[in-house]
């Protein structure tokens, strides 16, 4: 449990000192992620249990900070420490997608998808809730729930995420259905774009779905230590996941927004647009250039 | 048990195994924690409607657990997708579509399309198409529930006793009998 600091609008002192920051212009893939490994980064994987003994894991995965949850006949939730299987292989695809991008990153198996319906719901949100609780830099949730009944308490959950410095990756929804936690500004929602380079991803300027990574017909790992073919935003976001998890490895104490504004700044589009991030418009190196020549002549001075 | 599919349901099935170009494809259904086919499509349709399966295996019972809509295709060689529906009717798909049907209450069933013609896998455009269609299903199968679960009135259970008597006399006669004496007796 990270130590409570009171929140900064309750301080009378001065805006506190940053030592150093990075300019917009700053901003490139080369920058944010090249040499990284996702050395010291920790990922969770909430889904249907992580198969860690996955030839195509190299062994990433902390079996023995593994947990389970499920609801039991009682209705009360059940937690299950170490190790645990992959119910399907959807666990284990997101897995290997992380692994490939961020090789030593540490990925932890949080298995909420197991057998039975009853409170799946309930298991999610624990499950959500353990992770943030750990305070796990990256999490990936490649599902989500439509029950309305759950969006306040999943809300919550992502907001107290988003403040402890959790950096959550969900997968948005195909249709213009809701889709908890997807919807919500504290997590980045990504959908399939059409690439099929692991780190070629798009900003979505129209929110919800706020990135786009490759998430069809993607080689990935299942269970029983196999592989298929698969096609889905469920694949998408693990792509953000471990770009998300490289980048903090190589730059330690970024904040999510910060996180968000380097994905946006090193997106494939943002890159390749006619005016790169953080340039000023023609227009306002005008405005400015014009600005600063008044500015010279008005105490005697000519730009050289 | 064959059951007669509802034709709302049975349309927007076929919908959705025509438009995305596969050979076989189901609707069911959750009820607790069993996916029951309520419409099917293709060569198995006679033997997968009215089919129960635990939600717990295949693509049908990942996606409504997960909320997530899935298109799997396996590796030449590599391990077969067998389990859940296609384990019984028997089949070895090449492809597989999984789409999650929902209501306002959450998932209540399940879409599955399997075996892309000209075995090819199913597209992003197929996913996008077929979850369309699931979210209609969800709307219809989450009207209908009420239906199915409903408990006939006693009038009407004892006709159709009377009309299952008419065929096997022994099992049926003395059932109805004892019914309608109830009935009668208020």
């Known amino acids: 449990m990270a130590e409570a600091v ?67 006949a009682d209705g009360n939730l059940v937690e299950t420490p170490g190790e645990h299987d992959d119910s399907f292989g959807h666990a284990t695809a997101c897995a290997g997608i992380v692994h490939q991008l961020a090789p030593e990153a540490r990925i932890t198996s949080v298995k909420v998808l197991g057998a039975g319906l009853t409170g799946k719901a309930a298991a999610f949100l624990r499950g959500l809730a353990w992770a943030v609780e750990q305070d796990f830099e990256v999490i990936n949730l490649s599902l989500g729930t439509s029950r309305r009944d759950w969006a306040l308490p999943f809300y919550e959950v992502c907001d107290q995420g988003y403040f402890r410095n959790s950096f959550i990756v969900t997968a948005a929804n195909n249709v213009a259905r809701p889709s908890y936690p997807s919807l919500y500004a504290s997590v980045a929602s990504v959908a399939c774009n059409m690439s099929h380079d692991p780190f070629r991803f798009h900003y979505n300027p129209q929110p919800p779905t706020e990135f786009l990574a490759p998430g069809i017909d993607i080689d990935i790992a299942w269970r029983d230590g196999s592989r298929l073919r698969g096609t889905g935003n469920s694949y998408a976001a693990p792509h953000i996941t471990g770009v998300a998890a490289l980048i903090r490895s190589k730059h330690l104490g970024l904040r999510p927004f910060q996180l968000k504004t380097i994905l946006w700044a090193t997106a494939a589009n943002v890159r390749e647009a006619p005016r790169p991030a953080g340039r000023l418009s023609r227009n306002m190196q005008q405005l400015t250039s014009i600005r600063a020549s008044s500015a010279l002549a008005a105490v005697g001075l000519t730009r050289s | 048990m064959n059951v007669a599919p509802e034709p709302i349901l049975q349309a927007l099935l076929d919908a959705a195994v025509n438009s995305t170009g596969g050979t076989d494809g189901w609707l069911l259904v959750l ?43 396996p590796r030449p060689g590599g391990p077969a997708l067998t389990s859940g529906m296609a384990a019984i009717v028997g089949r070895v798909p090449t492809s597989v579509l999984g789409i999650p049907c929902e209501s ?58 009377r009309r299952l008597a008419q065929s096997d006399p022994t099992r049926y006669a003395t059932v109805a009998s004892v019914l309608t004496a109830l009935i009668a007796s208020g």
């Open chain 1, 6 to 72: 009171p929140p900064a609008y309750s301080r009378d002192s001065t805006v506190v000192r940053i030592g150093e920051v990075a300019s917009l212009d700053d901003l490139s893939p080369e920058w944010a992620w090249g040499g990284a490994t996702g050395r010291g980064v920790r990922v969770a994987i909430i889904d249907s249990g992580v198969e860690a003994d996955h030839p195509d894991l190299g062994g990433c995965v902390d079996v023995s900070r593994g947990m389970a949850f499920t609801v039991d």
């Open chain 2, 104 to 161: 306002d209450e959450g998932v209540v069933g399940a879409l599955e399309v399997v075996d892309k013609a000209g075995g090819g896998t199913f597209t992003f455009d197929d996913v996008e198409l077929a979850t369309l269609l699931a979210g209609v299903a969800g709307v219809a199968l989450q009207t209908l529930k009420p239906l199915h679960n409903r408990v006939p009135d006693a009038g009407e259970l004892a006709g159709e006793l």
């Open chain 2, 31 to 73: 009820r607790d924690d069993v996916l029951e086919v309520v419409a099917a499509s293709g060569p198995s349709a006679a033997t997968a409607l009215g089919v129960s399966v635990s939600a717990d295996t295949g693509t049908a019972g990942f996606v409504v657990r997960s909320g997530q809509p899935v298109a799997l295709a």
